[in-house]
């Protein structure tokens, strides 16, 4: 065993879903980092080629072609190549990797991690094409695996490790979790931070290059919804405060990052050590542009937190709303932790400590919700105070109690695939409401939404109007507006 491919397939998406841009793989360079030491280690993004896309069966390909996966594979020759899968749509296109690769370099192992192997290791171990999962943390277990290829140690004492014996899957237990400051600084020396601007030049991100950190891992939930707790076991670690600005400090002088993106699933689950990084992150004058990719939980937000992640550079807010039925909150999705008023408080917290950008996100179309319950969400939410609306449908991710109860209570659709469990697909049918009507339902609402979105604008503009140009102009403008919002609004629901 001597070298080591990381690999991240190319996108596979549905041409009228679109996709978002691309981010350096930050969990392929924290596993290389931790080989480089002991391997000859190489990070094959096949996303890296945001601007090249193609055909890819039914759907479209994002990213490096087969011939330059193939080349750039055999040219490096490696000995394994560990395959990272974060969502469960993105099964299909590893898989074909895994297969493509495999006729190629027939001896080489193949070894798959991420939320997706971690949740569902039987889908991708059957397949025969992945000899080996790794649930749970990779940096230890997959030298670990590596030491075990060479004779030096059993596969038992791999940690997290999966496998076939026959027909059964073999687990071995994930055991003693990572300190967190233990894991090397990311490799970003493997790959070029240029190949992933698009983000910036879609007018997504403030700044360019960026890159991503992750101060924490886990949650302690129990989302009903969520993968995360078949990779952390529920368990919620934090870096020191000082590693995570020293990273931060080496990203900026080092790279030349701009901007970072936080990754964590749940950042401000510990207020206390979110507050005292955002306080070094001040006083080291870290300088960078940021934002929380999850977004923080809204129960734990108060106005001093909002206060110090503004002062420490964050521009964007993303706040789960998750659903305004308190009883679809804490029935179905097991997240009753908040109550609606919470949510107009924060948004008024967050205009004051000076956030540019508040979006708002829920997720409909839960079994045993109601029309009447998504109908009451999708007004809720438009009626806040927010940059955008975000309406994500619930997907039965498999190894989670959403698809446990789906396939017990039979309400997959019929076409259900791995490649549809995308947050803007419909993939189950209920009692309560068919496929088509929920699809429909978030349609409509999103249509109306633009329209008042540019309400809202136009009415900023005719406010600045009368500032500089009379009111007379304005009161007229003004009162013409909302009745044309109005009349758009009434014939939608009739």
Same mark, same amino acid.
């Given at each position: 065993?001597?070298?080591?491919?990381?690999?991240?397939?190319?996108?596979?998406?549905? =041409?009228?879903?679109?996709?978002?841009? =691309?981010?350096?793989?930050?969990?392929?360079?924290?596993?290389?980092?931790?080989?480089?030491?002991?391997?000859?280690?190489?990070?094959?993004? &096949?996303?890296?080629?945001?601007?090249?896309? &193609?055909?890819?069966?039914?759907?479209?390909?994002?990213?490096?072609?087969?011939?330059?996966?193939?080349?750039?594979?055999?040219?490096?020759?490696?000995? +394994?190549?560990?395959?990272?899968?974060?969502?469960?749509?993105?099964?299909?296109?590893?898989?074909?990797?895994?297969?493509?690769?495999?006729?190629?370099?027939?001896?080489?192992?193949?070894?798959?991690?991420?939320?997706?192997? !971690?949740?569902?290791?039987?889908?991708?171990?059957?397949?025969?094409?992945?000899?080996?999962?790794?649930?749970?943390?990779?940096?230890?277990?997959?030298?670990?695996? /590596?030491?075990?290829?060479?004779?030096?140690?059993? %596969?038992?004492?791999?940690?997290?490790?999966?496998?076939?014996?026959?027909?059964?899957?073999? !687990?071995?237990?994930?055991?003693?979790?990572?300190?967190?400051?233990?894991?090397? %600084?990311?490799?970003?020396?493997?790959?070029?931070?240029?190949?992933?601007?698009?983000?910036?030049?879609?007018?997504?991100?403030?700044?360019?290059?960026?890159?991503?950190?992750?101060?924490?891992?886990?949650?302690?939930?129990? /989302?009903?919804?969520?993968?995360?707790?078949?990779?952390?076991?529920?368990?919620?670690?934090?870096?020191?405060?000082?590693?995570?600005?020293?990273? +931060?400090?080496?990203?900026?002088?080092? %790279?030349?990052?701009?901007?970072?993106?936080?990754?964590?699933?749940?950042?401000?689950?510990?207020?206390?050590?979110?507050?005292?990084?955002?306080?070094?992150?001040?006083?080291?004058?870290?300088?960078?542009?940021?934002?929380?990719?999850?977004?923080?939980?809204?129960?734990?937000?108060?106005?001093?937190?909002?206060?110090?992640?503004?002062?420490?550079?964050?521009?964007?807010?993303?706040?789960?709303?998750?659903?305004?039925?308190?009883?679809?909150?804490?029935?179905? +999705?097991?997240?009753?932790?908040?109550?609606?008023?919470?949510?107009?408080?924060?948004?008024?917290?967050?205009?004051?400590?000076?956030?540019?950008?508040?979006?708002?996100?829920?997720?409909?179309?839960?079994?045993?919700?109601?029309?009447?319950?998504?109908?009451?969400?999708?007004?809720?939410?438009?009626?806040?105070?927010?940059?955008?609306?975000?309406?994500?449908?619930?997907?039965? %991710?498999? &190894?989670?109690?959403?698809?446990?109860?789906?396939?017990?209570?039979?309400?997959?659709?019929?076409?259900?695939?791995?490649?549809?469990?995308?947050?803007?697909?419909?993939?189950?049918?209920?009692?309560?409401?068919?496929?088509?009507?929920?699809?429909?339902?978030?349609?409509?609402?999103?249509?109306?939404?633009?329209?008042?979105?540019?309400?809202?604008?136009?009415?900023?503009?005719?406010?600045?109007?009368?500032?500089?140009?009379?009111?007379?102009?304005?009161?007229?403008?003004?009162?013409?507006?909302?009745?044309?919002?109005?009349?758009?609004?009434?014939?939608?629901?009739?």
């Amino acid at each position: 065993m001597e070298k080591v491919m990381f690999l991240r397939s190319p996108l596979a998406y549905y =041409p009228h879903i679109g996709h978002e841009d =691309p981010h350096p793989p930050l969990e392929l360079l924290y596993l290389a980092a931790a080989l480089k030491p002991a391997y000859e280690v190489k990070i094959l993004d &096949g996303q890296r080629q945001w601007r090249r896309h &193609g055909d890819f069966g039914h759907l479209r390909r994002l990213g490096l072609s087969d011939e330059d996966l193939i080349r750039e594979t055999v040219e490096f020759g490696p000995d +394994m190549i560990a395959l990272s899968v974060t969502w469960h749509h993105q099964i299909p296109t590893a898989l074909y990797c895994a297969n493509l690769l495999k006729k190629h370099l027939p001896e080489v192992t193949i070894v798959a991690g991420g939320i997706a192997p !971690s949740s569902s290791p039987e889908v991708l171990l059957e397949s025969g094409r992945i000899d080996f999962v790794i649930a749970g943390d990779g940096e230890r277990s997959l030298l670990q695996l /590596c030491r075990a290829l060479s004779g030096e140690v059993s %596969f038992g004492e791999v940690p997290g490790l999966k496998f076939l014996e026959g027909d059964r899957v073999i !687990s071995v237990p994930k055991q003693n979790f990572l300190q967190l400051d233990e894991v090397p %600084f990311p490799a970003f020396e493997l790959i070029d931070l240029a190949d992933y601007d698009g983000g910036y030049q879609h007018g997504h991100h403030k700044a360019s290059p960026m890159a991503g950190v992750l101060p924490t891992r886990g949650c302690p939930l129990d /989302c009903h919804f969520c993968s995360l707790p078949a990779v952390s076991d529920k368990l919620f670690r934090t870096h020191s405060v000082e590693r995570v600005v020293d990273d +931060m400090l080496r990203m900026r002088d080092e %790279f030349g990052i701009r901007e970072i993106h936080f990754y964590d699933d749940n950042l401000i689950n510990n207020t206390a050590f979110a507050k005292a990084l955002f306080r070094r992150m001040i006083e080291q004058n870290v300088g960078l542009h940021w934002l929380p990719e999850a977004g923080f939980a809204m129960w734990q937000i108060d106005q001093e937190i909002l206060d110090l992640a503004t002062a420490s550079g964050m521009y964007r807010l993303d706040l789960p709303i998750e659903a305004a039925s308190g009883k679809v909150r804490e029935e179905i +999705m097991n997240k009753g932790l908040y109550q609606n008023s919470q949510v107009a408080e924060t948004l008024r917290r967050a205009r004051r400590a000076g956030v540019e950008k508040i979006n708002g996100y829920v997720i409909v179309g839960s079994p045993g919700e109601s029309l009447e319950d998504i109908k009451g969400t999708l007004d809720f939410l438009a009626d806040l105070d927010l940059d955008y609306r975000g309406v994500r449908l619930a997907q039965p %991710f498999p &190894g989670t109690r959403f698809y446990q109860i789906c396939v017990e209570q039979g309400l997959l659709r019929d076409d259900f695939s791995l490649d549809r469990l995308w947050f803007t697909m419909s993939n189950i049918e209920t009692n309560e409401f068919s496929s088509s009507q929920l699809v429909a339902l978030v349609v409509s609402y999103r249509a109306a939404a633009m329209i008042r979105q540019g309400v809202r604008t136009i009415e900023s503009a005719v406010k600045e109007i009368a500032e500089k140009h009379g009111a007379e102009i304005a009161r007229t403008a003004s009162g013409f507006i909302p009745e044309v919002a109005q009349r758009y609004e009434q014939r939608r629901l009739s």
